[in-house]
């Protein structure tokens, strides 16, 4: 028999356990995690990496991503983007500017990373939520000052003409 030391092979493998329930933080770390959790609502727009979040929790980068995880159920950089697209959704509700635009004023560093994270978020692209909110949207109501300025008789805004604000000025003749 020449039977080679190792050369069996194992063709199915043993199931990785389940990893067991996270161990909840106490009290004064989840106060410390909150400080980074804040700073990301706050400033999600800029560009905010692992050390700097951990720094402002006072964890090491490693301890601060386990311990976010098992407060929030996420992990920091997660929690993150998300919070860039729920900003990103309110804006393609309420503002008219591109989706490009969006994307910037998130914090996003390209179009595509967006697209694809808002998809995998949402369910949608930006361009076909944008689409289906305006649809369902009402028209903005006119504000009340624009409705009495042109409902008064003889006011002076009116298309096509100057408005005159001093007497005997440029537009006064």
């Known amino acids: 028999m020449s039977g080679a030391v190792g050369t069996t092979r194992r063709t199915s493998r043993a199931p990785v356990p389940a990893p067991g329930p996270a161990r909840v933080p106490s009290v004064p770390v989840l106060v410390r995690l909150r400080l980074a959790k804040d700073l990301m609502d706050r400033r999600y727009a800029d ?6 979040l951990a720094s402002e929790a006072g ?10 995880r098992a407060a929030y159920g996420e992990l920091p950089g997660a929690y993150l983007s998300r919070r860039r ?12 500017i591109t ?15 967006f697209s694809s994270r808002f998809r995998e978020v949402v369910g949608l692209s930006p361009t076909e939520y944008r689409r289906r909110h305006w649809a369902e949207r009402a028209p903005l109501p006119v504000p009340g000052c ?13 298309p096509g003409s100057a408005t005159q604000e001093k007497p005997g000025g440029p537009a006064s003749g």
């Open 47 to 52: 560009p905010l990496d692992l050390n700097s």
């Open 59 to 68: 964890f090491s980068r490693y301890h601060f991503a386990r311990a976010f």
């Open 85 to 96: 697209v729920e900003r990103a959704q309110d804006l393609l509700r309420s503002a008219d």
């Open 99 to 113: 989706v490009t635009e969006v994307c910037q004023l998130v914090g996003f560093s390209s179009l595509g990373s």
């Open 146 to 158: 624009f409705v009495l300025a042109w409902s008064r008789p003889g006011s002076a805004i009116r």
